[in-house]
């Protein structure tokens, strides 16, 4: 009993639709790279070196692929976005230099990217900001082709490393000031207190500030305690950056508190706000609407929790000092997955019936 040329054939090239399928819908695609970010200060003329570490979290191997651009701040919140202005006077992306444009790595294994920052003895003392974007790509890019996706075939996922650069000399300066102290929701039902404070820097290049939120009782002892920048995020150049922090009472019982804030910014200006509020029975807090007297407190005992606080936060990042930020970018195929598994129960169903058919065809015979 021959089985018809037509039948098998189809057969066969739904099957191997069918498992084409199923693998790029099984498909993960992702990157990871230690640290996101890095900052450094050099004099003009000067050569800075760095590095990053990559991962492949994939199970194929994979070709990172660096690119690098220009990036400035379009928020508040410190999200930003890439310069193509060739003008753009805090661009730094001309001089930044690769050994390799390409790093090959293992499926699951990691890779030291290298990459160094030419100073030209021009330039201007001051901040400068660029990116380095690494893409890892399934298969080795033609360096004669431009880059692109295609259904199963090149996939990619990206991710960037932001460098901070400040060029040393008399003019570079950054200029911090403290602009408001907010509570942003008097009642919490999650039991905790979130605040905005915000900074402005009128300077030319970037600056930090370090600090904290501390919950004072009437009696000016320190109850609870959250740091104001635990990720040591940087305020750019003509930029305004808003730090939102949540204070948790959870485990505070009712009465009247103060919310201290208090810190300094990298040009060793200190700045210093309370605000009022009451706690009821069931942990939410409400912002006193007059004004109320500052507590008075003891510095030791502020310096003695924060201690503690940082003791844990420096814990939690070596415990995670192992692990990747990871972004993956979803290819064609993973973004229309569900339409993708609609088609392929199609496709079972179809060479079920084939099958069943072609059975029924033989026996009949």
């Known amino acids: 009993m021959q089985i018809k040329p037509i039948y098998k054939t189809l057969n066969l090239a739904f099957l191997a639709i069918l498992i084409a399928v199923s693998m790029c819908v099984h498909a993960t695609f992702a990157i990871g790279a230690s640290p996101l970010r890095a900052t450094y200060s050099a004099l003009p003329g000067e050569v800075v070196k760095g590095e990053i570490v990559v991962i492949n979290t994939n199970n194929v191997e ?70 380095i974007s690494l893409q890892i790509r ?102 305004t950056r808003a730090f939102t922090r949540v204070v948790d009472v959870s485990e505070i019982g009712p009465g009247t508190y103060n919310l201290l804030l208090r810190g300094k910014t990298s040009e060793n200006n200190f700045f210093e706000q309370q605000q009022t509020i009451y706690i009821d029975l069931n942990q939410n807090a409400t912002k006193f609407d007059y004004e109320y007297p500052n507590t008075t407190y003891d510095f030791e005992k502020l310096q003695e929790l924060r201690a503690k606080e940082l003791q844990k936060l420096q814990i939690e990042k070596s415990e995670n000092a192992l692990e990747f930020q990871v972004q993956q970018n979803q290819s064609f195929i993973q973004q229309n997955r569900t339409i993708i598994s609609v088609i392929s129960v199609i496709a079972i169903i179809i060479c079920s019936i084939l099958i069943i058919n072609y059975t029924l065809i033989a026996f009949k015979k």
């Open 138 to 239: 399934s298969s080795k890019p033609d360096p004669n082709q431009e880059t692109g996706v295609g259904l199963g075939v090149g996939i990619s996922a990206r991710i960037s490393h932001l460098i901070l650069l400040s060029v040393e000399g008399d003019m570079a300066k950054s200029d911090t000031t403290f602009d408001s102290y907010e509570i942003l929701s008097e009642t919490s039902q999650e039991k905790t207190i979130e605040t905005t404070v915000t900074f402005s820097n009128k300077g030319n290049t970037h600056s930090t500030l370090s600090g904290a939120l501390y919950l004072l009782d009437t009696d000016g002892n320190p109850v609870a305690v959250t740091e104001l920048n635990p990720g040591e995020n940087s305020i750019l150049p003509n930029t």
């Open 62 to 131: 994979g070709y990172v692929v660096l690119d690098k651009e220009n990036f400035e701040v379009i928020n508040e919140k410190g999200e930003i976005q890439t310069v193509e202005d060739e003008n753009y006077a805090y661009g730094m992306k001309e001089w930044l230099q690769f050994p390799q444009n390409t790093v090959y790595v293992d499926p699951g294994n990691a890779a030291v990217v290298p990459y160094e920052i030419h100073i030209p003895n021009t330039a201007a003392p001051q901040g400068y900001y660029g990116l």
